[in-house]
Every structure is written in C-alpha cells, then in structure tokens.
C-alpha cells in the first residue's frame, strides 16, 4: 500500500529471515509431524481395529512429538518477531504517520463517521488478539503495523498480499442489482475496496470496525485509491442500521474472533439487516468438521498458541446449521473458488502447500425473500 514507509535494510533482512522461518516451519517440521502421524495412525489401527477419527484422538498420537512441540515454539516465536518488527519498522515514521492520519480529508469520496461514545466490548479490549500488542484499537499505528505485518503472515511482504483472492470473495455471492453493502469487521479495508471494485454500481458500500485507529487506516487507504467508501465505527453485534436495507453483507474473518453468543447476535443482526433476498458471505478457516481430524487438531494450534480465545470454540460449530437456524436459506460452505499462489494465514501451522483447497472456506446463505 502507498502510504507505508519503505523498510530499512536492517526490517527487510528482518522480514526475509521470519518468513524463512515460517516456510521451513510449514515445509520441514509440519510436513514431518504429518508423515510421522500416518505411521503412528497405521500402529492405532492395528491395535483398535479403527482408524483415529477425532481431534482428541489425533491430538493423543501428534502431542508428545518433539516435532509437535518445536513445530509450535517456532510459529509462536515467530509471531511475536513478526509483531515487534513490524512495530520497529513504522515506529520511527510514528509522527509523520499520525499527522497523516490526522489531516483534514476535505471532499474526499471517503467518509468516516466515529463514535467516541461506543464502548468497546471488554472480550475485545482484555487480551491480545493473535498476539499483536494492544490488540486492534490500543495502538494509533495498529493500521500501518498491522498491513506491513499482514504481508509477513502470509509470507508475502515483497510481493504484497495477493488481491486476487479478496478480489475472488468480493464476487462470489453474485448478487445482481447491488446497491447496498456492508463489510463487518471491515480492519484495513482491503475487502471492502475490494466490494467497491466489484460493484461500482452500488451506492453505498459501508465498512464498520470497533477499531478507531484502524478505521482511519482504512479511510487513509481508501482515499488514495479514490474508492467511494464509507467507514463507520460500529459493533456488527448492533450497528444501529436499519432493517432490510443492505443487498449484500460480508464478514471476512470476523466470526473466530468473537465469542460464539456474540457470533450469533452478529448473524441476526445481519439477517435483520439484509434486504428479503439479500445475500451473507463469510470467509473463514475451514471449520473442524470438514478437516480431517489430524489436520483440525493442527489447525487448534491457534486457540493455545497464538492468543486467539475464539478459534477452536468457534471452528469446532457448524456454521451451515447456525445459519439455517438463524432464518437463512440456500445455505452453502465450501473452499473459495481461487488459486492460492501462496501460503496463508492461520499463523500457517498445518498449512502446507498441499492443503491449498482448505485455505479460505466460504460460508454463504441468503434471507428468504417472503417470511415464512
Ligand atoms: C481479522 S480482522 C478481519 C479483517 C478484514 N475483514 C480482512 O479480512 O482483511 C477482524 C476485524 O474485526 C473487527 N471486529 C471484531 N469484532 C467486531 C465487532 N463486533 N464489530 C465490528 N468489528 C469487529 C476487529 O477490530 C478487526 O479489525
């Protein structure tokens, strides 16, 4: 993104040994814990007369390798490296950064509407989310430390995150005649710069954040791409929107970071906000049940190692049946219809190159068009 100060020397050897790092992590260890797994599930076979088909079971064989062990300590280590370098890197462009973000946007097509009086959830203020300091909102900078760190995640700091795959979730759903959007938990905003690009028709694209600091982040972004966008400070809990008003809403990897009652109010409130017909498309790991069990047990790391309290509660659901409960229809899940050129996310523990087809799990529904 433009307004990023360029790295030192010193942030780019920095950034070039983490993701190093994380690709060993992936390739050598996970890769051998795997390979270990299928012999010790073969000798589970023999003994039980059944193979092991439950994250608990899978979790009994994996746990006391060494491997397992390491394999975490070097992704939990290299979390933390990954935050504090990427804090060290825009630290020293803190003043400019923050005038920048203070600076009057005039008529600029962005609007970004605060609220001094919301109060931030204490699940969300009392720890470090995936370890980043001060979570989302305690931090001016969080925006500009959080989109250099995003590329090093993902193992793509040259490169630059790959927007072809926001590009791929902004259309999914399809929806003709378009002219109301809201992207919950909409962070950086490169999902909802993404729906405005996909729906330039629309009329109103809206990106909502608990996050003051990230939301003026994302306003700052938008505004250099010259994207008609508003950002609003809102819980998507209870936005205060009104109902049946937007055609299309979107949750981008928002639901595993909030407790599971909070996810439910989250998706009535999308169901009373969406237009009859209107469509929900969320974006997530893929949930436990559709993982094979050593792979879900892997995918757990996140819950113990990486300061998320959400993940395993919520990946352990069955979010297809939550949504049909809550009124949808139509309901569908399955991977994102896009070809992952790189590693990804979910601080990458169980995800090497050969789990690609998992990597980005939507989850779709639409409100009937009549109440039944
Ligand atoms: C993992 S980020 C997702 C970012 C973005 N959708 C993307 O995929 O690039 C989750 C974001 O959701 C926001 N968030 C968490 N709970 C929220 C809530 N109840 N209402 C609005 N935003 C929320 C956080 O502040 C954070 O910016």
């Not at 791929?168 to 962070?187: E, P, Q, T």
Request: hydrophobic residues 35%; proline residues 6%; aromatic residues 10%.
């Amino acid at each position: 993104m433009p307004q990023l100060p360029p790295p030192t020397q010193h942030d780019s050897a920095y950034f070039d040994f983490l993701e190093g790092l994380k690709v060993h992590n992936y390739t050598h260890n996970v890769k051998g814990l795997l390979n270990r797994y299928e012999e010790k599930a073969s000798e589970f076979k023999k003994d039980r007369g059944y193979a092991p088909s439950t994250m608990e079971e899978a979790g009994h064989l994996l746990e006391p390798e060494l491997l397992y062990q390491f394999a975490c300590a070097t992704q939990h280590c290299a979390q933390h490296m990954m935050w504090s370098a990427s804090a060290d890197s825009i630290e020293a462009h803190h003043e400019k950064l923050l005038a920048l973000m203070q600076s009057e946007n005039g008529d600029s097509c962005v609007k970004l509407e605060l609220n001094p009086n919301l109060k931030l959830p204490t699940w969300y203020t009392e720890h470090d989310i995936h370890l980043t300091p001060g979570g989302y909102w305690r931090q001016d900078l969080v925006g500009a430390v959080y989109q250099r760190a995003l590329g090093v995640y993902a193992t793509s700091w040259r490169r630059g995150r790959d927007p072809g795959s926001f590009a791929a979730f902004a259309r999914c759903a399809k929806v003709a005649n378009c002219r109301r959007i809201l992207d919950m938990g909409s962070s950086t905003g490169t999902v909802t710069m993404a729906l405005r690009r996909a729906y330039p028709e629309a009329e109103d694209v809206v990106g909502i954040d608990l996050s003051a600091a990230i939301l003026k982040w994302s306003s700052l972004t938008a505004q250099e791409q010259g994207l008609k966008i508003r950002f609003v400070q809102a819980d998507a809990a209870n936005t205060g929107f009104p109902a049946n008003h937007f055609d299309l809403i979107t949750a981008h990897l928002l639901l595993h970071e909030v407790p599971p009652e909070v996810g439910d109010q989250i998706l009535h409130e999308a169901f009373r906000l969406l237009t009859p017909g209107g469509h929900l498309v969320m974006l997530e790991a893929p949930r436990y049940g559709v993982l094979p069990p050593e792979l879900a047990f892997l995918e757990d790391f996140d819950t113990r190692g990486n300061g998320e309290a959400f993940w395993g509660p919520f990946l352990s659901r069955d979010l297809p049946s939550v949504l049909r409960n809550t009124g949808f229809v139509e309901v569908k899940e399955g991977p994102l219809e896009y070809d992952e050129p790189t590693y990804w996310g979910s601080a990458g523990l169980m995800r090497t190159g050969e789990f690609k087809l998992y990597n980005r799990w939507v989850t779709q529904g639409r409100k009937p068009l009549h109440n039944s």
